[in-house]
């Protein structure tokens, strides 16, 4: 039996090869439409800036009301083959990078680089700011309040180990106000040069990254050493410098320190997520889907907590998260942050809130700001 082509195949291959030809001609063609309508789209940016500074406005390029909007828009738009959190990474990476020929934004986030605190930053901002790393939680409050950065992102709460409380102390005394907020699926990956993993003889990462992996751990690496360091960012600059070691991180961490990934996703929770905030000196407007986190207190009585609730209840708002903390001014002394469907400017809400203030003996407005995209 001969193995030759038949005429038919020899006639489709130069078929085959005629319509990519022909598929290649338009992609070409469509990248250079895209390229001059981003171009297009940076040049209407310019011109805003330049309205904006003949008005006299020269602080407040940044508006994350209006790119909460737009990113809606562009996934109520999409109508595939790309997935709606594809779309949404390449238009937020378009806005960044316009936004910066008006004015780079400097944005303080919880280090090193390569923490999925970075990591959300640049979801949230994409990657035409600047970014600095501070050390700890109160450092980006502080850059943020003295006006070295322009905002800040913390962590706030993990849907498998809870809120983060320095995070929520940080609001009792800062001034700031919350301006958004950005949720992360929280990927773990083993990184290292490694060729056999069962040959690992220390594992590095954050306290928090070993009680999310823990049952992978126990099951694929009893043997190991587990060492607990200020950051997984930390982790995979020391897994970097020892061979035998490993680290759990992020795939941003994983790049910055060029770890190739021996074992993805080893996170026991595959829906693990983290939430992180953004803080700022300026409060948002409504961009028609938002949130409203509050502070408040009320004397240690019965029913304290019930009667600073119910204005919510009676006017339909949605609490999505309630918390209590130490508040600092006396012994079993509680404050209570709490999170609601809607913005403070919203009818309903500024009613409520109006009663509140009436009813508690401390009511804090932390800010209002748009609900997460993705």
């Not at 901002?125 to 950065?149: H, K, M, P, W, Y």
């Not at 320095?166 to 773990?188: A, K, N, W, Y």
């Not at 910055?256 to 953004?278: G, H, K």
Request: aromatic residues 6%; negative net charge; hydrophobic residues 40%.
């Amino acid at each position: 039996m001969s193995d030759s082509p038949s005429p038919i195949e020899q006639e489709a291959v130069p078929s085959a090869q005629a319509q990519l030809t022909s598929i290649r001609a338009r992609i070409d063609t469509l990248d250079a439409q895209i390229q001059e309508l981003i171009a297009a789209r940076a040049r209407c940016a310019q011109e805003v800036a330049a309205v904006k500074r003949a008005l006299g406005d020269n602080s407040n390029f940044y508006r994350p009301e209006r790119e909460a909007q737009i990113l809606r828009q562009v996934i109520g738009r999409n109508r595939g083959p790309l997935p709606d959190e594809v779309i949404a990474r390449l238009f937020r990476e378009i806005m960044s990078a316009c936004l910066a020929l008006e004015e780079p934004l400097t944005i303080a986030f919880l280090g090193p680089e390569g923490t999925f605190t970075h990591a959300a930053a640049l979801k949230h901002f994409g990657s035409g700011v600047r970014t600095t790393s501070l050390r700890a939680i109160d450092e980006v409050f502080r850059e943020v309040e003295a006006g070295s950065a322009d905002y800040g992102v913390v962590p706030v709460e993990n849907s498998t180990e809870g809120v983060v409380n320095h995070t929520l102390d940080m609001f009792l005394q800062s001034p700031l106000t919350i301006c958004g907020e950005v949720q992360l699926r929280i990927h773990h990956h083993l990184i290292g040069f490694i060729d056999d993993i069962s040959a690992i003889r220390r594992v590095y990462s954050h306290q928090q990254s070993f009680a999310q992996c823990r049952e992978w751990l126990d099951f694929n690496l009893p043997q190991a050493q587990r060492l607990a360091v200020s950051s997984n960012a930390e982790a995979a600059r020391l897994a970097q410098a020892e061979p035998g070691c490993a680290a759990i991180a992020g795939q941003c961490a994983a790049d910055i320190y060029q770890l190739p990934v021996a074992v993805a996703n080893i996170e026991d929770d595959p829906n693990n997520t983290t939430r992180f905030l953004i803080i700022g000196t300026r409060p948002v407007p409504p961009s028609g889907e938002d949130k409203t986190a509050l502070l408040v207190a009320s004397p240690n009585r019965p029913g304290a907590l019930a009667g600073l609730l119910e204005p919510l209840a009676r006017h339909g708002l949605s609490m999505t998260r309630i918390e209590s903390r130490p508040s600092r001014r006396g012994m079993w002394d509680y404050v209570f942050f709490i999170d609601l469907e809607g913005h403070a400017e919203d009818a309903a809400v500024a009613q409520a809130l109006e009663e509140l203030r009436q009813r508690a003996s401390l009511c804090k407005l932390l800010g209002s700001y748009p609900r997460d995209v993705l």
